[in-house]
């Protein structure tokens, strides 16, 4: 049964209509009772808390899915509308970048502070860094912190095969995500941004940077604009300066990896400490994703070889079926 804090909270928040501190406090309720090994009710709570968000969301936005616009071309949206799922607590990062997500969070929460200064929160932000580092999950995390729908931006509708239509595509996304209030995640932003002075690139290329530049210039709308980019050395230099924020999601050092697999297998019983020296070498230079995917393969192998305890074999089986180890 949760604890009394929780579930005072829970109340609290369903009395004020709180959304974003009732899904906090319903999450709590779930994790304490994944400690507990109570895993069949945990999905339940689960379902019944998530499977309800879109209805909340389109109750209270009937407008945003009818609005999102499609590539002429094909038909296809161009964005990806949906709730976020996950909060400030899932994400591990070097305390540079975690406090730049920090500010950003409490420059939205408290932006009518600034703007009776004169001064807006920052609305435009770039994440670079190598893959699974957790760019997406923290427009994720963003989303769900300041109760907004996510949009993720879909580059492949985004690029058209026709002349000029790659630039009306990016017009129609500007448009609609400024008559909304969203987090939006430009996600292979080199794509549409790369380097105009590349000899190897094309002039349809060249056109569409020039328009993702004036677009992000004179757009004024309440949607916080994400960037993210793996090639961060691809991107035009002209682009950077349009954004307020730059941050880094570096691959984790060992510190980090520890947090990342205590986060991973929290509730599962295992004989291993999580600051092992020989567990965490075995994971040096891997991602936040390659450790969520190991840990989950790993899990997966214990519940169905009806297995006590997790141990460090399963994880470093799974690392090389996972092709991140040599045998």
Not at 17 to 39: L, V
Not at 118 to 124: I, L, R, V
């Amino acid at each position: 049964m949760a604890n009394g804090k929780i579930l005072r909270q829970l109340l609290k928040a369903g009395t004020l209509g709180d959304h974003a501190a009732f899904r906090r406090a319903s999450e709590a309720i779930i994790d304490e009772e994944r400690q507990k090994q109570h895993h069949l009710l945990a999905n339940d709570l689960e379902q019944i808390l998530y499977g309800g968000d879109m209805r909340v969301e389109a109750a209270r936005n009937p407008q945003l899915s009818a609005d999102v616009p499609a590539d002429k071309e094909r038909g296809v949206p161009l964005l990806d509308v949906r709730p976020p799922k996950r909060s400030l607590e899932e994400i591990i990062l070097p305390p540079s970048s975690a406090a730049m997500i920090e500010e950003i969070l409490e420059e939205h929460r408290r932006a009518e502070v600034l703007r009776s200064y004169g001064m807006k929160p920052s609305g435009k932000v770039i994440f670079f860094g190598p893959p699974g580092c957790g760019k997406t999950l923290a427009a994720e995390i963003i989303a769900f912190e300041l109760d907004r729908p996510l949009a993720i931006v879909r580059i492949d509708a985004l690029v058209s095969s026709f002349l000029g239509e790659t630039a009306a595509n990016l017009r129609k996304v500007f448009e609609f995500i400024a008559k909304h209030q969203l987090v939006v995640l430009f996600d292979e932003f080199d794509a549409i941004g790369k380097e105009r002075g590349d000899s190897t690139e094309h002039g349809e290329l060249r056109r569409v940077v020039n328009a993702v530049l004036q677009m992000m210039d004179s757009y004024d709308g309440q949607s916080i604009i994400l960037a993210a980019t793996n090639h961060e050395n691809l991107l035009d230099s002209a682009i950077w300066r349009r954004f307020d924020d730059a941050i880094e999601f570096p691959l984790p050092d060992q510190k980090q990896l520890s947090a990342l697999l205590q986060l991973k297998l929290r509730g599962i019983r295992r004989q291993f400490e999580l600051d092992d020296a020989d567990l965490l070498k075995d994971f040096q230079g891997k991602s936040g994703a390659d450790v969520e995917r190991v840990a989950r393969r790993a899990v997966k192998r214990m519940i169905l070889r009806n297995q006590e305890f997790l141990t460090i074999k399963e994880l470093r089986s799974a690392l090389v079926r996972e092709g991140l180890r040599k045998h």
